[in-house]
């Protein structure tokens, strides 16, 4: 048998019950391909629970985050399944103020992944964790039936710590603070729409998949009194303004040609019906921050990779009260402002626009 032949071979590998059985199947997968990518210190000790190291770190608070990842397919333009759960749960932590520093990873596999394909995702992971610098050093493997799962699931949760000065809330919003963006809104969702090729469309959109954390701590340095932020991933960026509209008491306005969405996202929602507001982001986040420091927050964003193209999007406009002069509780709504001044509200949708999208 020649190297290629050999090659091929080790190419059609694929997963199978024994994988995930608990015997040598098993012990192969998880030292020859998990040990091997993730590789940390504590992982090849192959202890039953990772031991976590803060003394360096002036805790004021520890920050904790789970969420598991299912989006279809696995492989889309700007990113995979590993990549997002690695960058996901990054995220969480950090728009809360938090540095993350752990994760664990848990996989759901199903019978009849290519070994190849499986170990692609793992090093996408691998490579992610390194460039967000976050240690995975905890996990689990499952291996289930055929049709029991689409190819592979997989769950992170991730530990942080929150610095002593950081007090970030969803109830902060005050009449007069502005409403910024990090990015284009909307590629991830229409990035992950084409890749099933169910559409008969096609454009060159790619996923925003990025670590939020590597913008957001230097500027927490300089800024450290942001009133809210929220990374806008299932639901979008309506979704989530409303939600922090709702928790802080106040009408958020937005201005709709300064919306960030580029033409190619705006095209495609526009041929299928679709409201940008509302398509996931995956390095997107929703930043609400005192009117006096907001042009100097945008500039310090727009410097950065992950910021190029931030822009303030609209304000807060007033606060709610808890009752009206009839007795009625009132609700905090978000307004979105065409370039002819006229005015909608862009409420939470009943349902979501895509499933499975991250």
């Known amino acids: 048998m020649t190297t290629n032949d050999k090659s091929n071979e080790a190419n059609k590998e694929i997963i199978t019950l024994a994988h995930g059985a608990g015997g040598r199947a098993m012990q ?27 003394t360096e770190y002036a805790v004021h608070q520890l920050a904790m985050t789970t969420d ?54 793992v090093y996408s992971m691998a490579q992610a964790a390194q460039t967000a610098k976050v240690k995975i050093v905890t996990g689990d493997t499952k291996v289930v039936e055929r049709g029991k799962a689409d190819k592979l699931f997989i769950n992170t949760t991730g530990i942080g710590v929150i ?63 942001i009133h809210c932020m929220r990374d806008a991933t299932r639901g979008g960026v309506g979704v989530v303004l409303n939600e922090l509209a709702q928790a802080s008491g106040v009408n958020i306005e937005l201005i709709e040609p300064n919306l960030p969405i580029t033409p190619q996202v705006n095209g495609v929602c526009e041929l299928l019906g679709l409201e940008p507001l509302y398509l996931a982001n995956e390095g997107l986040a929703v930043f609400i921050v005192p009117e006096e420091h907001a042009d100097a927050i945008l500039r310090q964003m727009q410097q950065h990779p992950h910021g190029e193209h931030a822009r303030i999007i609209g304000s807060v406009v007033d606060s709610v009260p808890d009752k009206t002069t009839k007795g009625q509780s009132s609700q905090a709504l978000l307004y979105i402002k065409n370039e002819f001044g006229s005015k909608r509200i862009l409420d939470i949708p009943y ?3 895509l499933p499975r999208i991250c």
């Open 68 to 121: 598991s990842y299912v989006v279809s397919p696995i492989q889309f333009p700007g990113g995979d399944i590993g990549k997002l759960a690695v960058y996901g749960t990054v995220n969480d932590l950090a728009v809360g103020g938090a540095i993350p520093l752990y994760l664990s990873a848990a996989f759901i596999i199903e019978e009849g992944l290519s070994i190849a394909e499986l170990g692609s995702i």
């Open 351 to 353: 349902g979501i626009q």
């Open 163 to 225: 610095p002593p000065n950081i007090e970030i809330s969803a109830q902060k919003a005050r009449p007069g603070d502005k409403v910024i963006v990090n990015g284009n809104i909307g590629s991830h969702g229409a990035a992950v729409m084409l890749a099933r090729g169910e559409l008969g469309l096609s454009a060159d959109i790619k996923s925003d998949c990025a670590p939020l954390n590597l913008l957001i701590q230097p500027l927490l340095q300089q800024f450290p009194d």
């Open 28 to 54: 192969n997968l998880i030292e020859g391909l998990f040990l091997k990518a993730f590789g940390d210190e504590g992982l090849l000790l192959k202890d039953d629970q990772a031991r976590l190291y803060l």
